[in-house]
């Protein structure tokens, strides 16, 4: 593994570094108040080759290694995690399960779309009661023929109503348990799908999440991914990219926060002297940054792990545990660091504190990468 970026990682980093700085700053704090998803900015950012950043040049993607996707990741999360979230679903979930599971036909269809950027996806598998739990789905889709039969709910769906495509996972034979699952393309539009109303968060607030209603939806079958009962690994495969891409957007939340932490603490003085100066600040940053390259190690390694092929299971897994816990201590130091500036919203470290827990909660709580962890090492 090399820790030192090559020119191109380099070139990329900075493009979206300025993008962030440019283009989502400036009415990041109003999205936020207001809940207002960041629709012109998600338009650039598919100009700009971010929202199908891995994909191949064959079908409308940018090429591009993890690495530069976590890179990428890492700084638009510094200032938006509502505009870096779109990013990663539609990187990590979308067009990472259509390139690598679709047929031919799906590629054409939806993939190249989704990878330009000109339409945006969702990854639906989470529901009222089974969360992140891909073997109790309640979501059922009864086999037709020609076409399956689409019924439930899906909760906490990202893009949930400015996607274009959504990728479903349903039980189509509860005799075989997670044998009997299986994934879905659904277009917007379909007859019997709804959209609930947008969810009010505590974080990620410029954020699209919805619950989604299929009551007899008609689905070809040729928007079936895989082979039958292929569903329950189609949506493990994927969550485990899905891992990388959160954890980039934990690292990003905790390293913006440290950053206007440590620019705060150089230039706000107290008795004569930068709040730098005194040891209980500067023991502050210290941790944070110690914390923060951690962070950055573990996610980094996921990411070369996946670029070689080789097995990132645990390595993603660590990655999103350790940076999302990291971001939620990070943020609330943050916070501390500028006293009372830091819970007005103008500073920006009360949202990031915000933004940084659902870090721990979706692609899998911190209970679940627990689980996933120790049964890499055990095993």
């Not at 006293?339 to 470290?349: A, D, I, L, S």
Request: charged share 25%.
């Amino acid at each position: 593994m090399q820790f030192q970026l090559s020119e191109e990682q380099s070139m990329i980093q900075q493009a979206a570094r300025d993008f962030a700085q440019q283009e989502l700053k400036p009415g990041v704090i109003e999205r936020d108040e207001h809940q207002k998803f960041p629709v012109e900015q998600v338009r650039k950012l598919g100009e700009l080759g971010f929202l199908g950043m891995m994909v191949s040049e064959e079908f409308g993607g940018s090429g591009l290694d993890a690495v530069s996707y976590v890179l990428v990741m890492e700084e638009l999360s510094k200032i938006d995690a509502s505009a870096s979230v779109v990013v990663s679903v539609n990187n990590s979930l979308v067009c990472y399960g259509l390139e690598a599971f679709g047929s031919a036909e799906q590629k054409e269809k939806y993939l190249k779309p989704l990878a330009s950027g000109e339409i945006i996806g969702a990854f639906c598998l989470s529901e009222p009661e089974a969360g992140s739990d891909a073997t109790s789905q309640h979501t059922t889709a009864e086999d037709k023929g020609d076409y399956y039969l689409l019924n439930g709910t899906k909760n906490w769906i990202t893009n949930g109503s400015t996607a274009s495509v959504y990728l479903v996972i349903a039980q189509t034979d509860p005799s075989l348990k997670h044998h009997g699952i299986n994934a879905f393309i659904v277009e917007k539009g379909m007859e019997g799908f709804t959209i609930g109303p947008k969810e009010n968060k505590m974080g990620i607030r410029g954020s699209d999440t919805h619950s989604l209603m299929f009551n007899d939806v008609k689905v070809p079958k040729e928007n079936r991914i895989g082979e039958n009962g292929f569903g329950f690994k189609f949506a493990m495969k994927t969550l485990e990219g899905g891992r990388i891409g959160i954890a980039a957007q934990a690292l990003g939340i905790a390293a913006g926060a440290y950053e206007l932490a440590l620019a705060y603490a150089q230039e706000r003085k107290s008795f004569g002297k930068p709040i730098s100066d005194h040891q209980a600040i500067a023991f502050k940053l210290a941790d944070m940054a110690t914390k923060i390259e951690a962070a950055r190690m573990l996610v980094y390694k996921a990411a070369w792990l996946k670029d070689q092929g080789q097995s990132y299971t645990l390595a993603g897994s660590m990655a999103k545990l350790y940076a999302s816990k990291v971001a939620m201590e990070v943020t609330v130091e943050a916070v501390q660091v500028h006293g009372g500036y830091g819970f007005v919203k103008e500073y920006h470290v009360e949202r990031l504190m915000r933004d940084a827990k659902i870090t721990q909660i979706y692609e899998g709580t911190s209970e679940i990468q627990q689980m996933v962890i120790s049964r890499e090492i055990l095993d």
